[in-house]
């Protein structure tokens, strides 16, 4: 089995990596069984990269299985799409994800613990584990603090791109969308951020659905910068800025 991930220090998988893939691939296994390559995430491929891809995933060879992962398979070219099978994975209902939890010792809020990552047992245990959510709250409290000129966007910006930036897009994509569902009438309980209902209401009172729904689109664009060579600090200042211009 072959693995093939973002080398270290990089957010891209190169067309070197799948160069060297390929070449195993077209060889004989060894043992005479199956030869399994994984490619996660497989949106990390440059252009140069998927396209090296092509002639291996249309002529893979007999007992070979191919397994690109990602999240977004729209990002992925159209000529890697067109030679590869769709498998949709859901997440697991909520309760067998509570026993899973519960199970490795997490006692947590639970909706909000898997709002936030989305529904994802795994993805719940790394913030957990890694102090997302400890994190979270603190970041919550400066992207309140923009709205009321407390905060500096700049130094915030300068602050968070060391930390988890990618992560910081997602929850205020996550409270963005809370606002949008209280402007919508959703109910409380609908709510992801469920622990900060009490700055949301009054926000929500204060701010046109049709910018929320503009910076909730600026969020997604900055989602899939990061998974480019962007530059984080003048991407988290731009978000920033523009949040605090949100009306």
Known sequence: MHVVTPEEDSKTIKIDQIRKLCDVMAGKPQLGGYRVAIINPAGAMNINAANGLLKTLEEPGSNTVIMLVCSRPGALPATIRSRCQ????????????????????????????????????????????????????????????????????????????????????????????????????????????????????????????KNLFKFLDKCQSGVQQMTTQVNVQLLLEDLFITWIKTR
């Not at 209280?182 to 209902?197: E, P, Q, T, Y």
Request: proline share 5%; aromatic share 8%.
């Open 86 to 209: 769709k498998v949709v994975f859901q997440a697991p209902d909520f309760e067998i994800s509570k026993e899973w939890l519960k199970n490795h010792h997490v006692n947590s809020d639970f909706p909000l613990l898997l709002g936030l990552a989305q529904g994802a047992p795994l993805e719940a245990l790394a913030c957990i584990n890694e102090g997302r959510l400890e994190d979270r709250g603190v970041f919550i409290k400066e992207f309140t603090g923009l709205k009321q000129g407390i905060q500096n966007p700049l130094e915030m910006a300068d602050i968070w791109k060391k930390k988890h930036p990618e992560y910081c897009i997602h929850w205020m994509m996550t409270w963005v969308m809370d606002l949008i569902r209280l402007k919508s009438a959703v109910g409380m309980d609908r709510l992801i951020n469920n622990d900060s209902s009490e700055h949301l209401q009054p926000l929500a009172k204060q701010l046109d659905l």
